[in-house]
């Protein structure tokens, strides 16, 4: 038999759904907890397998949903339409078809008890940064209006980055890998430390500390070590080589700080704007090109206005609700030194 583990990229679907299958028929035929806890190994040890599941799930709701169409019609009695022995087949029939529900439904049960039992749910506010100590001596690291989703069993570690952006110190334990889902993308490690950020169009990841694999859709899994980084698309994964100062502005949040190295006023802006519940807006298009560096709190937007101000030809203009406009300074017309007097 093949392996099962996420590192067998030539397992092809028809072992998956021949497995899946042999899985489902030993929990119909025997549901005992051996039986149960090898079935949640294979699902949990590739994505694969969990979507292998998942469909035995919806062909389960779609034969509950023929199952209710069925029962709404009126049909002529059974003999004034079949013959004795058409009779027998369709009992056969509707026997098997029945066992086949009944087969599916205890395994969309397993699955959704599987699934959904046991989950914690951190989040944080927006302007909030959140250490969060978990059970397995991991610690979790949550930058402002982020969300996470976490589930431990005895086979496996694994977190759902909802939103926003996350920090991992990982425990080290061999017997189970901690796996991060953040979209398509799934991220695996067992004893290290890297961020993730959930940008617009992909997803952000620094590695600060040993190595992870990354799988995303049909893509080979990549290795992602200490100092390096990837852009994780659907699609794609792109590998990145980070620089110490590069990996320090990343993860200046972790200290509460934002730290700039020549971005844009736009990018700057957009920074500070993930810790302020009123926004900073550019109400003149010559100021989003402007650049600025430098590190400020993220408690305190008041510095960095303060700094834009004092080096660049920008002004800031309150408003009422708290939102701050970026307006383009001009400077003074000079006075012709030969006007007459």
């Not at 489902?24 to 039986?35: C, I, Q």
């Not at 794609?236 to 990996?247: E, G, M, W």
Request: charged share 25%; glycine share 6%; proline share 4%.
């Amino acid at each position: 038999m093949q392996a099962s583990g996420p590192n067998s990229g030539c397992e092809g679907r028809d072992a998956i759904e021949a497995e899946a299958a042999r899985l489902l028929a030993r929990l119909n035929s025997d549901p005992t907890p051996e039986a149960e806890t090898e079935a949640c190994r294979w699902i949990e040890a590739d994505p694969r397998h969990a979507v292998a599941f998942a469909r035995a799930e919806a062909a389960w709701e779609a034969a509950e949903r023929l199952k209710s169409a069925a029962a709404e019609v009126n049909l002529p009695p059974l003999e004034a339409i079949v013959s004795e022995e058409q009779q027998r087949r369709l009992s056969r029939n509707i026997m098997i078809a029945a066992g086949v529900a009944v087969l599916l439904f205890i395994v969309a049960a397993i699955v959704t008890v599987r699934t959904f039992s046991g989950i914690d749910r951190y989040q944080t506010a927006v302007g909030e940064i959140r250490d969060v100590a978990l059970s397995d001596g991991s610690t979790l690291h949550l930058n402002s209006d982020s969300e996470v989703e976490v589930r431990f069993t005895d086979n496996g570690r694994r977190v759902r980055v909802v939103k926003g952006e996350a920090s991992f110190d990982i425990a080290h334990d061999k017997n189970r890998p901690f796996d991060v889902e953040a979209r398509s993308a799934l991220i695996r490690a067992v004893g290290t430390a890297f961020n993730v950020r959930m940008r617009p169009a992909l997803v952000e990841l620094t590695v600060t500390q040993g190595t992870v694999t990354v799988h995303c859709g049909d893509r080979r899994q990549e290795r992602v070590s200490a100092g390096n980084g990837a852009v994780i698309q659907p699609r794609t994964i792109a590998l990145t080589q980070l620089s110490q100062r590069l990996i320090g502005q990343r993860t200046a949040w972790r200290e509460q700080m934002v730290e700039l190295d020549g971005e844009t006023i736009e990018q700057a802006t957009a920074e500070f704007n993930r810790y302020r519940r009123t926004p900073i807006l550019i109400g003149d298009t010559r100021v989003s090109g402007l650049r600025i560096g430098g590190r400020f709190r993220i408690t305190d937007s008041k510095e960095f206005l303060s700094a834009l101000q004092l080096s660049l030809p920008i002004r800031a203009v309150d408003g009422e609700d708290g939102s701050v406009m970026l307006l383009y300074r001009d400077e003074p017309k000079l006075q012709d030194d030969t006007a007459r007097s």
